[in-house]
Structure formats: structure tokens, C-alpha cells
């Protein structure tokens, strides 16, 4: 039931429906400090000439938490759901412009099978169909669609009416996306010279012996490395160096706020304090008392055995009403238990329901002007005639419940655990009889109720809690922040943090490569502050944060010190020199003991290695794609080569990546090509296409968010090969880096 918070979603498709006023209040938690406007920018950022304002993408984030069920979340995933949902939005306008500029276009017959084919779209099943038979009655959705306006301003709609709109412009777009990948897809070949590598790859095998000899052991004396080789080895792996973007090393230092002894003690008598109170207080106050003085408020809901602390669960089901159990600790907090009330309830039950919303009620559409009273009295009217026994719920509830579910469910919630409605209407379930239709009124308004199942009731407890946190009082707190402002003074002082580190007994903790948008600092929760800091345009390499720059975070302290800056693009030649000599020495190895094997005199691979020191090795069964070879470890390149080679011919020496080798292939299996090598080229593209409907699957349809996070490879598809490809040429501004 949409407009009833604990009522079951179906299956994730609420719809963010959020008003100008609640998005602008709630916008000034997604700017924290007020950095963008502080810094001129008024968008969250933009691609091309799309910009993506603060609403738009706040509004994407709220959809996503609503759809996935993630509201509530711990800052490292609600920076993971801002930070997917940040490419969500790029990879849409990159696509959806590439889309426009290639006039691709939906029929009015495509775009009808979506809702009237044989097969609907899967988010058409979960929004228009009944959710017991799994049916689909398509002429109540032609009706629904033809009677929704989605020209008009959307601010006069009602909520089904807007939910209605989203869905039809959300399933035209994603039809769209779906046919652009068709066409990538389908224009893929795969060559017969292609598909006939494929088949050498999977079907030639070899064995071989090889000799090598290791850098390691051949003598530098005699080589000289000059700067024309460092560069020539520079611009041969610098590639494998390159930096995407600017990256940043961090040090730090963390001073963690941990309660005292006398914080412990404090927490421990208060509440001892508070359990005198609870016991004598009337049980009718008990809630009140609870929610006065406790840190966690009072819980309303009922508990079956087991359920409790496992200090108090016995004791509570075999005890009378009044029963005052502690002090005691359950994880960081100081309890006081009291049985506040014993029932006998169902597990689960069901019903079904029409709601008569007021002006003003909670979650009320806008467009409902019906008073208090007159709410109350149709509600009434109704219940007289479902009691009369003159209608049905189910006939009456698509038309007359203000439930925008009720248009797809006809106002069955079906099945249903103890707790899991609003407190009102669970209340009216449990205190009447299956069968029975009653009034139940909450905060979204009036409920006429038809009681359709419960189950077998069994003994619950209601347990009223007095808690108190176990925290850091503010006098430790305040010595934690002056042995982290004494630290930081000093280390602002020294050129050397790790010194000053190990001189106080501190752990100094270092994070290489972070980026701009990174969320990982080792021992750090939530490192985006620290991460904020280091990329400050006035923070230079070197330099020591203060407190008052890196609040604190959770119930630390953190101290950073930026060690370096590596900015975007190819490092500099000094900054990888020791791996650029390292490769040019090789190169040097392989050329002197390349040499020394062309003046050796040998008849056999065997003599070779007699004569060179070195022992002859055997690898068998080797296969093109291999990369290990047996004694010498990843050898793709050396493999490759081998295998290329004619069988009983000593190659010539291979420059391989733990030393110099030479290899004899001394059986080499090289199967007849086939006539026909059309199974290889469906196989290759099947392969292609096969990454394309993998990630359409999760482009396209609505999954939750943590399974699309495991499943998902960006390396590997099509799609995001698509999207790389146009990003390369696009303007991207992202603007979020100091707003989160």
C-alpha cells in the first residue's frame, strides 16, 4: 500500500514523487557546507550542454534508495548509491543523444507490444498485474493509459496518474536503449580469418623444451645504461603507468575517541538510577517515561520467544506483568528491562482495505480536498454497506480507494507479519475476527478493513527498554582533541610525519592513487572528509591538515599529510625511473646473453644448455591463450612465439619477462581446419552479443541495487565499451567532489 509506509511494496516500483519544498529542505544535506554555491557552480554537472541540476539528481538517488529498499544507509553506501547513480545519469544522456542523433525511432506498434504483446514488459506485470493470478487484464490498462493525460503539468495530477506517466516515458526510453544495443549488436561480423584464429587458439597444442636464462643471474658489470635507453624503454611502458586522472598519496594518523572507565561507570549508575524509577512507575506511563529518558524510544511491537536478548528472554516469557530486569549490557548500550504487557497474537494475517484520505492527512495526494468529517462519514457509509453485505471491497476499491495501488490490487494486501502495518490498522485486525469489516483510522486517514486471514495466535510480550549509550564523555572527548591538535601542530612543523608517527606511538596509515571521487582510506569509515582535503587547491604536497580543516569523523581524529600529487596522464620519466632502468637494463641482459648464444657452437638444445650452464625444462599440452609456463611462471608472449614456430627448430632467443629463453617445439598438434568455420564465427559473435543482453538486462529492467553492483563487469561488455567510446569525445563536468 503505497501511502502506508510499513505496508509491503510490490517489488520495489515506488515511484519518487517528491515536492518542491521537502526536496529543497532535504538538498541542504546533499551540500553539507554549502562548497558548490560557495564555489559558483550550480549544477551537480554536465554533459555536453545536458546539466544536471542538484533536484534532478537528488531526486534520481531518493528512486533509487525507494526502489532497492536502501533509505536508510551507512555514508559508504550512500556514497556508492550517489556515485552509481552519477554514471547512471552520463551513460543515459551519452546514449540517449547518440540515440537522437541517429534518429532512432519507436513505432506505435513497438511501443503498443510493450503493454499488449504476448509478452509484456516485466515492469508492466509488476505494475498493472494481479499480483495472485499473475494475469494481466489488458483492457483495464488500455483504459488506465488512455485516460492519462501526461501533457499536462504533472503538479495537477494525482499520484496514480503521475506513476502512470513515469512508467510510460520510462519504458519508451529504455525501448529506445534496447533497440541502439540491437543494432550494435547485430552489427557485429566476425571474419573467417578471425574465426580461424579462434579455432588455432582452442585446438593447437604443443609440447616443448626450452632453456632460460634469469636477468638475475647474468652480470651487469660490463653493461652501461645510457639516457637514449631510458627513453627508449620509457615510451615502451610508460603506457602501463598511465594515470586516467589525478591521483593523490595520503598519510594520516588516526586518534580514535574511545569511552573511559568513568564514562563507563557514569553510563552504568545513570541507569541504575533510571531502573528505580522504572519499576515503580504505572504501567499506563511507562511509555511516556521510556521515550523521556531513554537514548532509544520506546518499541511498540511484540516479541515471540527467542526474540529477546538472550540475558532477558526466559525471564521476561516466564514472568508477570511488571517485571524489571537490570542493569545489564547488550552491545554498546546500558539496559533496564520491563514486561510491559502480555498478548496473545497471530504471526500474520491478512486483508483487504479502501482508504478514505482527508486534506491534510499524511502522504494525502494533493489533489484530495475532502474535510475531516466528511472523510469519517463515508467511511462510515461504507463499512454500513460492506456490513449489509450489498458490495465488495474489490469491486469498489479500484474506484473509490485513495490507495493508488488499489487500481492493480483491488485493494488485497494479501499476507502480512504481526507489526508490519501502521499501528492503528494492525491494532483493528488483532482485536476482531476474520470475516469482519472495521474502521481503522491512521494517519493517512480512514480504513475500511475486511479482516480475510490470521494465523494460529501464540503468547507475545511487549518489553519497555531504558538504554542509555555507552559514549565518550565531553571530557574525553576534549583530550582526544588536544593530543590531535598537538600532533598536528608539530607535524606541521617536521618534514618528516612518519618520524613524528613512531616517536608518539602512533600508526602511521597510507593510501596511494586515491582519486578525487575515491571512498577508501584504510581504518577510516568515512574518509570522504580526508579525501576533501587533500584535493583543497591550497593544500600542496607536504602539507599537514588541523583539526578544524578534517572534522571529526564517527569518534575519531584523523591528522593527513599529503605525500604526493601524481597528475593526470603519462608519469613524468623521473617518476618511474627505477622500473624504466630496470626494463632497459633487461633489454641490455637480452642483448649481451642473446650474443653470447649466437657464438656458441651446439647441435642440440641439450649441447646448448651444457654449454651456456643451464638446464633443459619441458612444458606440455601448451595452447596459444595460455600465459604460465611451467618453472618460469607468466610467459604469454615467449609461449606464443614458441608455439608459432616449426616443430624440431631451435628459435631464436626470446625476450621474455624473468629472463632470456629459447625454446624447441617438439610435438606440435595442428589439427586440419575445418571447411566450414561457421560454429566459430556464431560463437564469436554469440560471445559479443551475449555481453550486450548481460548488461541490457541490467541497463533495461529495475534489479536491486547491491545484486546489479555483483553482477555487473564493466570491463567485459559491450555496453560500457559503447559508453567509454563516447565519453571519450563528450564534455563532462562533475562538480560532486566537494559536495559529498
Not at 525511432?105 to 510493450?114: H, K, L, N, Q, V
Not at 571530557?475 to 612518519?498: G, L, R, W
Not at 555487473?712 to 555496453?719: D, T
Request: charged fraction near 30%; include cysteine; hydrophobic fraction near 35%.
Amino acid at each position: 500500500m503505497a501511502v502506508i509506509g510499513k505496508i509491503r511494496s510490490y517489488s520495489g516500483l515506488l515511484i519518487a514523487i517528491i515536492g518542491l519544498g521537502l526536496a529543497a529542505f532535504v538538498l541542504q544535506d546533499f551540500f553539507g557546507s554549502g562548497t558548490t554555491q560557495q564555489r559558483g557552480v550550480s549544477e551537480v554537472g554536465k554533459v555536453e550542454n545536458n546539466k544536471i541540476s542538484p533536484m534532478e539528481f537528488f531526486e534520481r538517488v531518493s528512486t533509487k534508495k525507494r526502489h532497492t529498499g536502501l533509505e536508510n544507509v551507512e555514508p559508504q553506501i550512500d556514497f556508492v548509491i550517489r556515485n552509481y547513480t552519477w554514471e547512471r545519469i552520463v551513460a543515459e544522456l551519452l546514449i540517449n543523444e547518440e540515440i537522437d542523433n541517429i534518429g532512432l525511432r519507436i513505432s506505435s506498434e513497438e511501443y503498443s507490444d510493450i503493454f499488449f504483446g504476448d509478452e509484456p514488459h516485466d515492469m508492466v506485470m509488476q505494475f498493472f498485474g494481479n499480483p495472485q493470478t499473475g494475469e494481466l487484464d489488458k483492457e483495464m490498462v488500455f483504459r488506465i493509459l488512455e485516460q492519462v493525460n501526461c501533457n499536462i503539468d504533472r503538479r495537477h495530477m494525482n499520484q496514480q496518474e503521475r506513476e502512470v506517466c513515469w512508467l510510460k516515458q520510462e519504458l519508451r526510453k529504455q525501448k529506445r536503449q534496447e533497440k541502439y544495443l540491437n543494432l550494435v549488436r547485430n552489427g557485429y561480423y566476425a571474419p573467417k580469418t578471425l574465426a580461424e584464429l579462434s579455432f588455432q587458439q582452442e585446438n593447437v597444442t604443443a609440447d616443448l623444451r626450452y632453456v632460460m636464462k634469469n636477468y638475475n643471474d647474468i652480470a651487469t658489470d660490463q653493461i652501461r645504461i645510457y639516457f637514449p635507453d631510458l627513453i627508449n624503454s620509457y615510451h615502451k611502458i610508460k603506457h602501463e603507468y598511465k594515470n586516467d586522472e589525478e591521483t593523490r598519496d595520503i598519510e594520516y594518523v588516526v586518534f580514535p575517541v574511545f569511552p573511559s572507565d568513568e564514562d563507563r561507570e557514569e553510563v552504568y549508575n545513570s541507569v541504575l538510577e533510571l531502573t528505580e524509577e522504572l519499576k515503580t512507575t504505572r504501567n499506563e506511563f511507562v511509555e511516556s517515561f521510556v521515550n523521556s529518558v531513554s537514548d532509544i524510544r520506546f518499541d511498540p511491537t511484540f516479541k515471540t520467544e527467542g526474540s529477546l536478548n538472550i540475558e532477558i528472554d526466559s525471564i521476561m516469557f516466564n514472568s508477570p506483568v511488571g517485571t524489571v530486569v537490570g542493569p545489564y549490557r547488550e552491545g554498546n548500550y546500558f539496559k533496564s528491562s520491563r514486561l510491559h504487557s502480555i498478548e496473545l497474537r497471530p504471526d500474520s494475517m491478512s486483508a483487504k482495505h479502501i482508504l478514505v484520505a482527508y486534506q491534510g492527512a499524511l502522504q494525502a495526494d494533493p489533489s484530495i480536498e475532502r474535510p475531516y468529517a466528511q472523510a469519517k462519514e463515508k467511511a462510515d457509509s461504507l463499512l454500513d454497506i460492506f456490513n449489509r453485505g450489498r458490495a465488495q471491497i474489490e469491486d469498489l476499491a479500484p474506484e473509490l480507494s485513495d490507495d493508488p495501488t488499489a487500481a492493480f490490487n483491488q485493494g488485497d494486501l494479501g499476507w502480512f507479519e504481526d507489526g508490519q502495518m501502521t499501528k492503528n490498522f494492525n491494532r483493528a485486525i488483532i482485536d476482531n475476527s476474520i470475516g469482519d469489516f472495521v474502521v481503522a483510522e491512521t494517519e493517512y486517514g480512514f480504513h475500511i478493513i475486511e479482516i480475510t486471514g490470521k494465523s494460529a495466535p501464540k503468547k507475545n510480550i511487549q518489553v519497555a527498554h531504558v538504554a542509555r549509550e555507552i559514549a565518550p564523555s565531553s571530557a574525553t572527548y576534549n583530550k582526544v582533541y588536544t593530543e590531535a591538535s598537538s600532533f598536528s601542530a608539530k607535524a606541521q612543523q617536521t618534514d618528516d610525519f612518519e618520524r613524528l608517527a613512531n616517536e608518539k606511538d602512533l600508526v602511521k596509515r597510507s593510501a596511494q592513487g586515491v582519486t578525487i571521487m575515491s571512498n577508501n582510506l584504510p581504518g577510516v569509515n568515512n574518509p570522504r572528509a580526508v579525501i576533501r582535503w587533500a584535493f583543497m587547491d591550497n593544500v600542496k604536497v607536504g602539507d599537514v591538515s588541523s583539526i578544524e580543516e578534517i572534522d571529526i569523523i564517527d569518534d575519531y581524529y584523523i591528522v593527513a599529510h599529503l605525500a604526493n600529487i601524481t597528475p593526470k596522464g603519462y608519469p613524468p620519466l623521473a617518476e618511474i625511473e627505477d622500473r624504466v632502468r630496470e626494463h632497459a637494463l633487461n633489454q641490455k641482459k637480452y642483448e649481451l646473453f642473446s650474443q653470447k648464444i649466437k657464438e656458441t657452437e651446439y647441435h642440440s638444445i641439450y649441447d646448448m644448455a651444457e654449454k651456456l650452464g643451464l638446464n633443459v625444462q619441458y612444458a606440455t599440452n601448451m595452447k596459444y591463450k595460455a600465459s604460465m609456463l611451467s618453472g618460469a611462471g607468466y610467459e604469454p608472449f615467449v609461449i606464443g612465439k614458441a608455439i608459432s614456430n616449426e616443430t624440431d627448430v631451435i628459435s631464436e632467443p626470446i625476450k621474455g619477462n624473468a629472463g632470456v629463453f629459447v625454446v624447441k617445439i617438439t610435438r606440435k598438434d595442428d589439427p586440419f581446419t575445418p571447411s566450414s568455420l561457421t560454429p566459430y564465427q556464431e560463437r564469436l559473435r554469440a560471445n559479443f552479443t551475449r555481453y550486450i543482453d548481460r548488461d541490457t538486462d541490467n541497463i533495461i529492467k529495475y534489479e536491486k541495487f547491491l545484486e546489479v553492483l555483483l553482477r555487473r563487469n564493466f570491463a567485459a561488455n559491450i555496453q560500457s565499451k559503447v559508453i567509454e567510446a563516447l565519453r571519450e569525445n563528450a564534455s563532462i563536468e562533475d562538480n560532486r567532489a566537494f559536495d559529498y
